[in-house]
């Protein structure tokens, strides 16, 4: 219901694919099998859908415990945690996560003070500096580049374990210090610190900071130091150890290396080949965000012993980019690490199709040694009824079986498969394919062939805003071509079933699906 805020262009350049209702409930009542003692985390969160269900199978639980209403609250604040990168996709998961708590607990009379734990921030922590932390607490550089004006804001270690109570004073902060008249004297924090239950001993330290958040405020640069702590920080909080969660759950971004900025394909090469997921440059064109996304937040985020539970992309099970990432062992020389996997879940057979490629549910846990995640894998099959179904109506059009080996299973490895890393693609087309032009006056004279540039509704940018050229051009460098899409069972598209073979010097057959019309003739302009 939330997706079309954030548009389609966006979320493919993000790896956004949002995860239907019915397997985001199914995933966590597999991931989450003690809500009470389970600390959960789902690091791209989107709209907040396994958040809901995290937190509704948390309260849920709650209820049946007999816990008192202000307690289910509480405990669900500090049981189910979202990051997200996407600032709209924060504020709709925080609006989910309330959804999920039920009208009753959130209109009940003895409702206590809360923070909503959904966060803006990088769970990958592309180049983030972990040493931000210490023993001591949170130190935050306030240096403008100009050297204007250059201080810490220091938080120490004691308040920063309870997130709602540090986003209050973080808040609480940032708008005394803005309310104030510049340039006048700081004013007292006493009230704040009774009132959050400050230590006597972290008060001096939180003096400090405010009076400099004051100085910020008189300069005027103080104008995202309270959003970027309340945020940005807390997936490196997140990760210290003795803050890591039980339960990994979510949809990580299915982002394509050839769709990453230049900067971020470095990063992700370089940390790709740091875990042994890195499968070589034929293959980077297909090597996929989601892998080193599962390796990385198990590294930060989980937990020894700990369950990930997420839906990746139906190739990950068998496809040769994703070997690193099955192997199960993520070790390098600073951090070993292992995944021993379990049984996933292949759901290219349910129908309609929710994503746009198949998809499988993977699940591990963070252990000792590695256990490689194999092609068998327990198929789904048959049809969702309309909308958006709950769990248990999807399942009355849906049968599993299995282990089987997973639908794309790579076969019999090609003698030529080392010298491509697109198969039989030629791209982009409108450089290469052209189509002949007729009737346009006088031909172009012998050995030559008037031909325009061949477009295709199926352009993506920035190719589809190159302009079409038209020409003569010699005979010889006019080849015939032939694209997977003009191929049928035992024939040629465009072609008489029982017809003579095209002639030697014919140009291809640029076609598309049978039920359309067949395009004129095209062909293939060969460099000279």
């Known amino acids: 219901m939330y997706e079309s805020v954030i548009n389609t262009e966006t979320r493919k350049k993000l790896g956004e694919y949002y995860t239907p209702d019915w397997l985001a409930e199914a995933v966590v ?25 995290a937190v509704r199978r948390y309260v849920i639980a709650a209820q049946s415990a007999g816990l008192a209403p202000p307690d289910q609250i509480l405990g669900a604040v500090a049981a189910v945690t979202g990051v997200d990168v996407h600032p709209v996709a924060v504020t709709l998961a925080r609006v989910t996560w309330l959804l999920a708590l039920g009208r009753d607990l959130l209109e009940h009379d003895d409702r206590p003070p809360f923070s909503v734990p959904v966060y803006l921030g990088d769970s990958v922590q592309w180049g983030q500096d972990a040493s931000l932390f210490s023993d001591a607490g949170l130190t935050v550089a306030t240096n403008d580049g100009a050297q204007l004006f250059a201080g810490e804001l220091l938080f120490p270690d004691g308040v920063l374990a309870d997130a709602g109570r540090f986003d209050q004073l973080v808040a609480e902060l940032a708008r005394r210090a803005a309310d104030r008249t510049a340039d006048s004297p700081v004013p007292s924090l006493a009230g704040v610190f ?14 400090s900071t405010f009076a400099i958040m004051c100085r910020l405020h008189d300069q005027e640069l103080d104008h995202i130091w309270g959003y970027y702590v309340r945020n940005l920080v807390r997936p490196v909080w997140l990760s210290r150890p003795a803050n890591r969660v039980d339960v990994l759950i979510g949809n990580p971004p299915w982002l394509a290396y050839r769709n990453m900025t230049a900067t971020m394909q470095a990063g992700f090469r370089e940390m790709s080949e740091q875990r042994g997921l890195w499968h070589g440059a034929t293959a980077a064109p297909a090597q996929d965000l989601s892998g080193l996304f599962l390796a990385r937040t198990v590294e930060l985020y989980l937990l020894d012993g700990g369950t990930v539970a997420y839906l990746l992309p139906l190739a990950a ?27 996933a879940w292949d759901l290219h057979a349910v129908k309609p199709a929710f994503f746009p490629v198949p998809a499988a549910a993977v699940f591990g846990r963070r252990a000792g040694r590695p256990v490689p995640l194999t092609a068998q894998a327990e198929t789904w099959f048959g049809r969702l009824p309309g909308g958006n179904p709950t769990l248990s109506a999807a399942q009355a059009g849906l049968r599993r079986r299995g282990p089987l080996a997973a639908s794309a299973y790579d076969g019999p490895q090609s003698p030529y498969a080392d010298r491509f890393s697109q198969g039989a693609t030629l791209v982009p087309r409108v450089l290469g394919l052209v189509e002949p032009v007729t009737g346009a006056g006088l031909t172009p004279g012998a050995g030559r062939r008037a031909v325009r540039s061949f477009r295709s509704t199926a352009e993506k940018a920035p190719w589809k805003d190159v302009p079409s050229l038209t020409g003569s051009v010699e005979r010889q460098f006019v080849r015939r071509l032939l694209v997977g899409d003009s191929l049928l069972p035992f024939r040629l598209q465009g072609t008489a079933p029982h017809g003579p073979a095209p002639r030697r010097d014919a140009p291809a057959v640029r076609c598309r699906r049978p039920a359309r019309p067949l395009p004129r003739p095209g062909g293939l302009v060969a460099p000279r």
């Open 29 to 53: 009542y597999a991931a989450v099998s003690d809500p009470f003692r389970q600390r959960v985390l789902d690091p791209a969160c989107g709209s907040g859908t396994f958040l809901f269900h």
């Open 194 to 207: 009774r009132r959050l239950g400050i230590a006597a001993a972290d008060r001096p330290t939180l003096e």
């Open 317 to 343: 099970l068998t496809r040769r980019p994703y070997a690193g990432l099955r192997s199960g062992d993520y070790g390098h020389p600073v951090t070993p690490l292992a995944v021993e996997f379990e049984q």
